[in-house]
């Protein structure tokens, strides 16, 4: 029974060795499929990039083959190790190609089993007898010829189509890319230094706060450098729309138009000319200090100022508030009568929440409410109650009211008993200190006014400065890539015609593209001018028909062919018609 | 180098394949030709099993199993089945004797008594004669007035039948089909075959056929051939072939979904694994070759897969979906 065992043992010994090395030779054969298939599909890839690559104009970029080439080792390992057999696939190949008809998978299933004995041995025994004449040898790898040569062909090819140059337009476009990203990276730091250069300018401390650099500096820092020059040219007019957006945000037209007025108003009195003009001239600084002077001093500090002078300079000065409470009094009465005509239109506008969420969704973060113009006049009014656009006119009509009550009280300290003089006198003195601090309160206004029209002035010459960023960007990027881009004349090949028989597309010359204008997003700007508040009813018809009217009136009234008691009747029946028009204009 | 065990049973291989190739040449002196059949039906003899043969009348059918018969030295029997053979004609019946003076009912047995039985045109018996094989085929035993009789073994059913003249016959039911080992195939021999059958058959002197293997030999040749031992995986290969005939499995090819009612049972699976045995060792290997299964799958399943009406309808061979059956697999 051991004898038995010990010859299965050998001859099964000798069986799964020869299993053994099958495997192993198979596997080898495997691995080299693998190299040969992987190779196949990597030099079919990479035929089908490098064409594609051709075809679009670019050249094929050598990494693409030290990637190509690392996808072959990794494949070939990846199929190698999928297409390994183990013992017993390996033995019923052995079995298929000796035609050994299931001995070597039988004998080793058999011994693996751990059967023995009888048939098994006689098994083990005869399969060990047929492997004694067959050699490794007869397992040989068959090398897909068609395959290798595919796969020669295809690398061949596409090596050949490494050495293909880029086409001249995307030399061209290419060249135009660095410029531009080399340009727009030059830009956007002079944008800094002009910025940095801007913040030096200005030394007052509300200018600089009304400027507010940083928030320039942030919106140059979004700047990106690109290579796209529509995007380039995009970015800048997006950025020279905001700035100009933030200096329309410090215009305060009401107190403008009011100035303007007051001026108007003014000027009409030669007593306060000066002021007129510094006003009228936008000397808001030199006009503060101008009513600083106004300021009357208390009856204390001029003993020697009688009753009837200090009634006299107070006069004078109610007469120039009264002119400016005039200006504001008309001004207000035109913004009562735009607000109640515009009621409808901003109630409108409530109710369509959108229209006004589209209007401000564009506006720029950290700058006051956008200015009001059109529809977003009355909500920039309505809706915000710290603006200080209109406080000038409060302020006035103040100055006007507690000159008005001054007056009064020296009316009475005139007219008072002894016993009441104290009493009169205390009033006066809180009268002039109301009407100075109003005097205070106006100066302070139009000296922040002052500040604002400098710093508008400051952000529009900057925004002026930004937008030429979009033709420098342009400029400097289409300069640059010139010499490189198609179309035009070899230098020393023009021609000596005048006319030159085919005509160059001026579109195309030395521009592969061109911007495009976007509806929305261009560099132009929108800016709306103010008009003055009104019904929003032209009267220029009424008006012209009344004056020619009045003409046609006059000149019947002149008229000597007509009896003179006819004339005087039309004149009568035309007043009476005032007459009785007029109190019915009158609620 | 082989223990004394092993040298035994290669002897013993050994003496099965001459015996095998005695027989075999015996019978090729009188049948001239034929060599598959005569190997298969020697095979479906040896691993104990009864055959089939189908084929049209002049073929050597009848001849094939009884120069068989001559070779094996076994007793041989022949039953004309006609419609009016009766069961009692087949199995044998009890008889009224009178025997030293006394009558008694003895049991007189029938044909069926012997160890090659010859059913001829088994198709021309009625249905009930048909069945009256079933017992004796499966259990080698009749039962006759409640006494069963043990057959003498080895036993046989070698059965013909013709696949034409159709009329008045009664096709056997698949109970009964598939109690076949094989179903043959008798077909025409070549040109130079009936040169050869014609010069025999045609002299004064036929060739003597001179027994030369005993029914103990093909018992003992049967007991060796279960234990030719067979991988698992060849197990596996045959196990999915006989699974694959039914139309609803997985690996079945769309010639038996679409053709196929049933397919054959696990009766068929045993006679392929042991009809393969016997190929192994005829080839002078020692264990079962997923070649051997293959080369008797379609003589074991071919009566063992029913076709369908569209199958029918068709005529469909069933060669065909077996052969289809391992094209798949």
Known sequence: ?587 | MSTPTAQALAGEVENFVQTFQRIREEVSRFIVGQHEIIEDVLIAIVCGGHVLLEGVPGLGKTALVHTISQALDLKFQRIQFTPDLLPADIVGTQVLLERDGRRQLEFQPGPVFANILLADEINRATPKTQSALLETMQEKSVTVAGQSHRLELPFFVLATQNPIEQDGTFPLPEAQLDRFFFKLFVRLPNHDDFFEILNRTSSNHPPAITPVASGEDLLRMGRLLREVPVDRPVQDYLIRIVRATHPDNEDAPEMARKYVRYGASPRGAQAILAAARAKALLDGRFHVATEDVSAVVVPALRHRVLLSFEGEAEGVPTDDVIAAVLKKL
């Open chain 1, 1 to 587: 029974m051991d004898q038995s065992n010990n010859d299965n043992s050998v001859a099964a010994g000798r069986v799964l060795q020869f299993i053994q090395r099958v495997r192993r030779r198979l596997n080898r054969h495997a691995f080299w499929h693998g190299l040969l298939w992987a190779w196949l599909w990597v030099s079919v890839g990479l035929v089908v990039w490098a064409t594609v690559d051709v075809i679009r104009g670019h050249q094929v970029p050598w990494p693409v083959y030290a990637v190509a080439a690392l996808v072959w080792a990794v494949a070939s390992l990846a199929l190698g190790m999928v297409w390994r057999v183990n013992d017993d696939a390996a033995a019923q190949q052995a079995d298929r190609l000796f035609q050994l008809k299931d001995s070597l998978r039988s004998c080793r299933n058999f011994t693996q089993d751990g059967r023995r004995d009888g048939f098994y041995d006689l098994q083990a025994q005869q399969t060990a007898r047929q492997l004694e004449d067959k050699s490794l040898d007869g397992i040989r790898f068959r090398t897909p010829r068609h395959l290798l040569w595919v796969a020669i062909g295809c690398t061949a090819l596409a090596v050949g189509l490494a050495f293909k140059g880029p086409s001249l337009t995307l030399v061209a476009e290419e060249a135009l890319r660095r410029a531009t990203l080399q340009a727009t990276d030059d830009i956007n730091q002079e944008l800094s230094d002009l910025i940095d250069q801007l913040e030096l300018e200005v030394s007052d401390e509300v200018e600089k706060e009304l400027i507010n650099a940083n928030q320039l500096r942030e919106w140059v820092k979004e700047l990106e450098a690109t290579g796209d020059p529509r995007e380039a040219m995009r970015q800048y007019a997006k950025l020279e729309r905001k700035i100009e957006q933030a200096a329309q945000a410090l215009q305060n037209r009401r107190d403008e138009q009011l100035l303007e007025r007051a001026a108007t108003e003014l000027k009409k009195d030669p007593v306060n000319r000066d002021l007129a003009d510094l006003l009228k001239q936008k000397k808001l600084d030199q006009a503060a200090r101008e009513l600083e002077k106004l300021k009357l001093k208390p009856r204390e500090q001029q003993p020697g100022l009688k009753l009837t002078e200090q009634q006299k300079e107070l006069a004078k000065l109610r007469a120039a508030a009264q002119r400016m409470a005039n200006a504001s009094g008309r001004d207000a009465g035109r913004q009562r009568d735009s607000r109640g005509q515009n009621s409808q239109p901003l109630a409108a506008g409530r109710d369509q929440p959108e229209m006004g969420d589209q209007g401000l969704e564009n506006w720029p973060e950290g700058l006051p409410a956008p200015p009001p113009g059109d529809d977003g006049q009355a909500r920039g009014e309505e809706a915000d109650g710290e603006d200080l656009d209109g406080q000038l006119e409060e302020l006035m009509r103040q100055l006007e009211e507690d000159l008005q009550a001054w007056e009064e009280a020296m009316e009475k300290l005139e007219l008072a008993d002894e016993g009441d003089q104290e009493g009169a006198e205390g009033e006066c003195e809180a009268c002039r200190g109301r009407v100075n601090g109003d005097l205070d309160q106006i100066g302070q206004q139009l000296r922040r006014l002052a500040r604002q029209r400098a710093a508008q002035a400051r952000l529009r010459g900057l925004a002026k400065k930004f937008g030429q960023a979009q033709s420098q960007a342009q400029a400097r990027s289409g300069g640059r890539g010139q010499g490189d881009q198609p179309g035009g004349r070899e230098a020393g090949r023009g021609t000596s015609d005048r006319q030159r028989a085919d005509q160059d597309n001026p579109e195309t010359k030395g521009r592969a593209s061109r911007l495009q204008g976007l509806h929305g997003q261009g560099p132009s700007l929108t800016q709306i001018q103010a008009a003055d508040s009104g019904t929003g009813i032209s009267r220029r018809v009424g008006e012209a028909a009344e004056r020619d009217f009045q003409r046609q009136f006059e000149s019947f009234v002149e008229r000597e062919d007509i009896p003179e008691d006819l004339k005087s009747g039309v004149k009568n029946y035309f007043l009476q018609i005032h007459q009785s028009a007029a109190p019915e204009e009158q609620p």
